[in-house]
């Protein structure tokens, strides 16, 4: 049975830093794409960022330059850097493994962490 479970969410002022992790069991994703994305009350889910197995990554518009993302294949685990956080930061985040390089799709998905950023 696949499982991501996420930790290190939280509360935070802004201009802080988080450090999420998503640790992967029930098989190897060593070689799927890895990535985050996040929900807040009544907006979409977005797509914050993604890493290949090969350590490409992605990054949406609005986390660019803040936001960094990282993975320990031999971990079967992947880290989401969050710095200079911003209330528009607050929401729910997900950790979602894909079904295979980096241009599939998640196929698997956490049940998320909540990051809330107090202004």
């Known amino acids: 049975q696949v499982q991501l479970v996420e930790s290190g969410g939280g509360l935070v002022q802004a201009g802080g830093s988080l450090r999420l992790s998503c640790a992967a069991s029930g098989r190897t994703f060593s070689r799927n794409t890895m990535g985050w994305f996040r929900q807040a009350p009544g907006k979409e889910r977005e797509f914050v960022a993604r890493?290949?197995?090969?350590?490409?990554?992605a990054y949406g518009d609005s986390v660019k330059g803040r936001f960094t993302i990282s993975r320990d294949n031999a971990k079967n685990t992947v880290f989401l850097q969050m710095n200079s956080l911003k209330p528009e930061d607050t929401a729910v985040y997900y950790c979602?493994?894909?079904?295979?390089?980096?241009?599939?799709?998640?196929?698997?998905w956490g049940q998320g962490t909540q990051v809330t950023v107090s202004s």
């Open positions: 979602a493994a894909y079904s295979g390089g980096f241009a599939t799709s998640p196929y698997y």
């Open positions: 890493i290949s197995w090969s350590g490409s990554t």
